[in-house]
């Protein structure tokens, strides 16, 4: 009889769930009625068993299992038919100084295959520039005056004491100090010209583009503020225009009022630079998130073999068979993606990650192409359904070959009914 209490404090002490393998785990109902009907059909011709039921060789079932059902999800994540293509895909620019690329981690599928830009010309932000007026002089008169300025929607005043002992250059540095530590949306500086001895504010805006039924993003109105400062600091004067973004993808013109702009939510895309030359984006799988993927599988893969090499019993050699077996049958496609075996039998990564690397890897666990996926699952499947088939038994009676009466608890006490992953 199984002795559930060590079966639960087993799981709760020594299992820890596989965090990268959760999302592969997660099944329908209809994967346990799949599950059910497995399990009758692998009992209707088995024997019934003698099992001697220690702690350890309860531990030993269960890590078995799991490790099989890690193996399984690992291979599936790998697998383009797991999911979104684009989940383990980044994107790239054939000129990154023009424009560069990034796919967001929920893009979807409704990207184009194709896709070309030509930028004709930046999202710019407004820029003035003031009078130049002599640095170490007060070309105004002493006592109180205000700057007002309007940023979109929001109007600023700022009061300032100029006294006998001030400069037009100290006048233009405080009252620049003044809007920065503000953070209103207005850069303020001030630019020196050392040839003649001249100084100018200088506002930039912090947003770029022409903003929605206006010209401008900051303006003047010194209309209703007594001694306004602006006529005399020249701060009206526009230099450069706010102006939107215009560029082409795919031969059909879009302008934006910035530089970062999105495409279908699932790529973002900066403007850094205006070309003649169209530039290419494309889809390359993701090394990064590829060699985290393999390194997952071949631990999961791994942990089978150290299982079976930790194991004094006949079952344990079997065990260690169906996994090898599976790299014996497809050693050649795993060495052509950098994959190989040791003489214990573990698997490590040789090479280094690169475009060809990741496209072989592909192709291994791509079942459309290889069979290497489809024969993971098998044995995985097997081993996951009934791992008691590698724990050393005596058989008691053999089954009626003639009939198909199902027998679905046999050797599945806790094998196939306790399936702690399935939600």
């Known amino acids: 009889m199984v002795n559930l209490n060590n079966v639960y404090n087993y799981y709760t002490t020594q299992l820890q769930p596989n965090r990268s393998s959760q999302k592969s785990n997660s099944h329908k109902k209809d994967d346990l009625k799949t599950v059910y009907q497995n399990i009758i059909k692998d009992n209707q011709h088995s024997p019934l068993y003698k099992f001697t039921f220690s702690d350890h060789i309860q531990a030993y079932a269960i890590g078995i299992k799991e490790a099989a059902m890690a193996l399984e999800a690992e291979s599936d994540s790998l697998s383009s038919d797991g999911g979104n293509d684009f989940s ?105 010209n050392r040839m003649d001895g001249t100084s100018a504010l200088v506002l930039r805006s912090d947003d770029v583009g022409k903003p929605e039924d ?7 109105d010194q209309s209703y503020l007594e001694n306004d400062i602006t006529a005399f600091l020249g701060a009206e004067q526009v230099v450069t225009p706010p102006a939107n973004a215009e ?44 060699s985290d993927k393999i390194a997952n599988f071949l631990q999961s893969y791994n942990l ?10 006949r079952g344990a050699g079997k065990l260690y068979h169906d996994i090898t077996g599976i790299v014996k049958r497809h050693k050649e496609e795993l060495t052509a993606a950098g994959i190989v075996t040791d003489d214990s039998g573990h698997l490590s990564r040789t090479g280094e990650d690169d475009l060809f690397s990741s496209t072989r890897i592909q192709a291994l666990f791509n079942d459309k192409i290889s069979d290497f996926h489809k024969d993971i699952s098998k044995t995985t499947g097997h081993i996951t359904l009934n791992p008691l088939d590698y724990v050393d038994k005596i058989v008691v009676t053999y089954p009626n070959t003639t009939g198909t009466y199902p027998n679905p608890y046999n050797p599945s006490k806790y094998s196939g009914l306790l399936f702690n992953d399935y939600r």
Request: glycine letters at 4%.
């Open 88 to 192: 383990e895909m980044k994107a790239v620019s054939s000129d990154e100084h023009v424009v560069y690329a990034k796919l967001r981690e929920d893009a979807s599928e409704e990207l184009p295959e194709k896709l070309t830009l030509k930028v004709n010309s930046l999202a710019t932000n407004q820029t003035n520039v003031g009078h130049y007026l002599p640095s170490g002089e007060l070309s105004i008169e002493p006592g109180s005056y205000t700057f007002g300025i309007a940023v979109n929607s929001n109007e600023y005043t700022f009061n300032m004491n100029i006294h006998d002992n001030d400069t037009n250059i100290n006048i233009q540095k405080n009252l620049a100090s003044a809007i920065n530590d503000n953070n209103i949306g207005i850069h303020a500086s001030v630019r020196s």
């Open 214 to 220: 206006q010209d401008l993003i900051f303006r003047f």
């Open 304 to 313: 089978l073999i150290d299982i079976s090499h930790g194991e004094s019993q």
């Open 247 to 290: 560029f082409y993808i795919n031969d059909t013109l879009h302008t934006a009022v910035s530089n970062q702009i999105s495409l279908n939510h699932s790529m973002d895309i900066d403007l850094l630079a205006t070309s003649d030359k169209e530039v290419q984006v494309g889809y390359v799988p993701d090394e990064d998130k590829l």
